[in-house]
């Protein structure tokens, strides 16, 4: 349990969070609408997914390094632009190619402007070290609910509308990320200590290069690449998945629905186990839990019954490295420029989701089924659990020397 109360930006972080990714977890319902629509194969529209998650990582480190050196507010409010611009061009588009534009760049940027890094590394300035966990896990959940509002959503959007209407419906939905953006200076700031006045001593290159030369960053990396894979292929392409077994599209949402909703009890269950045992092991267990839920699947006949059993299982330890990732980079080496620290190991892991949501679909064009890609996921996850064993995430000597 939180025994501080939760500051403003907390609040804010959540509305926040529950717009972007809410709308950004619905785009794998559609995959069929837009393919059918164009006359393209599944790779096409995948291609497009995996260029906007790629784009996404790629502008991590420099929105958050923009966020750490002039504040966060201006960079939402930017990024929530060029996400509803993004939205309504796709909604617009005459020819396949404009999307590598629009759904791909435009919105790729949005995303990286708009969602976890800038969120949890401004949250962190303002959460006690010892509730960091616990704080990330509440604010990750409220992508989740995001997820779990969107997708229904969209899906009955697409059932009403045509696909272009609901890509438009939602490019005003981004309108409140510029809302909550403009209430962000008005949160409180943590109070100055030891700690804090040494990381604020440090500059950028300093940090890059200490957290460069830590072998246990580079290990937490590779551990968010395989999330990543994992996150995009599931969301990109379970709906396929599920219409390719004669299932109707409702289960296909519903299954995606059930990810956001036992995320949110995920999120938060993850982090408050990271914020009580030592988080590299916690997030070995989830990996090792993801191993055998994704097998199980795999090998088990898909029914509406399956499918929603599945996505409430893989909801649970859907997003919940997100939180233990952010509170490991922040243990090691402090609050000051985790932004920008986190911001490449997410880099990371939209370089893990541009392979997942392309490789499914390139995958798929070519066999004609998705289980290569789901015994990849399989395999990848046992070795991610595997990783993170011997992540050293005590706190580099700087900041235990701060006091001395």
């Known amino acids: 349990m939180f025994t501080f109360r939760l500051p403003l930006l907390v609040w804010l972080g959540i509305g926040i969070l529950i717009t972007s990714l809410g709308i950004r977890q619905s785009f794998g319902i559609f995959m069929t609408p837009i393919s059918d ?3 393209t194969g599944r790779e096409f529209f995948s291609f497009a997914i995996a260029l906007q998650n790629l784009l996404f990582g790629a502008f991590q480190p420099f929105v958050g390094m923009a966020s750490d050196r002039w504040g966060p507010k201006r960079i939402i ?5 060029a996400y509803a611009l993004g939205l309504y061009l796709t909604s617009i588009a005459i020819e396949p190619t404009m999307m590598y534009l629009s759904l791909g760049v435009l919105i790729g940027f949005g995303l990286s402007a708009t969602s976890y890094v800038i969120v949890l590394g401004t949250v962190a300035k303002v959460v006690p070290a010892q ?6 896990g509440l604010t990750t959940a409220a992508g989740s609910f995001g997820m779990f509002a969107m997708i229904p959503g969209a899906q009955t959007l697409l059932s009403i509308y045509d696909w272009q209407s609901a890509m438009q419906i939602f490019a005003v939905l981004c309108s409140f990320i510029i809302l909550f953006a403009f209430f962000i200076n008005t949160a409180k700031k943590e109070a100055s200590t030891p700690h804090t006045m040494q990381e604020d001593l440090q500059t950028l290159k300093e940090a890059l290069r200490e957290a460069f030369s830590h072998k246990s960053y580079w290990l937490i990396h590779l551990g968010f690449f395989v999330c990543g894979f994992h996150v995009m292929f599931i969301a990109t392409h ?5 219409l390719d077994k004669s299932l109707p599209a409702s289960t296909a949402a519903m299954a995606l629905a059930y990810v956001g909703i036992f995320n949110i009890i995920g999120s938060y269950f993850w982090g408050a186990m990271a914020d009580r045992y030592s988080k590299h092991y916690v997030m070995s267990a989830l990996y090792f839990v993801r191993t055998a839920i994704i ?4 090998l088990t006949p898909t029914t509406e019954l399956t499918a929603g059993i599945f996505g409430a299982a893989i909801g649970f330890c859907w997003l919940g490295t997100v939180p233990i990732t952010s509170g490991l980079v922040r243990q090691i080496f402090g ?3 985790l932004s920008t620290l986190y911001g490449l190991v997410f880099f990371s892991h939209q370089v893990g989701s541009f392979l997942g949501a392309w490789f499914g679909g390139a995958i798929y064009d070519y066999y004609g089924s998705y289980a290569p890609v789901w015994w990849s996921a399989v395999v990848l996850a046992f070795i991610s659990a595997l990783i993170h064993l011997p992540i050293n995430d ?3 000597p700087r900041l235990s020397a701060a006091t001395a």
């Open 37 to 39: 629509y164009f006359h």
């Open 131 to 136: 509730h960091a966990a616990k704080a990330f």
């Open 394 to 396: 005590e706190p580099v």
């Open 335 to 337: 609050a000051r420029y």
């Open 295 to 298: 097998a199980a699947f795999v």
């Open 77 to 81: 409010i930017l990024g929530a632009i």
């Open 238 to 242: 379970l709906p396929s998945y599920v």
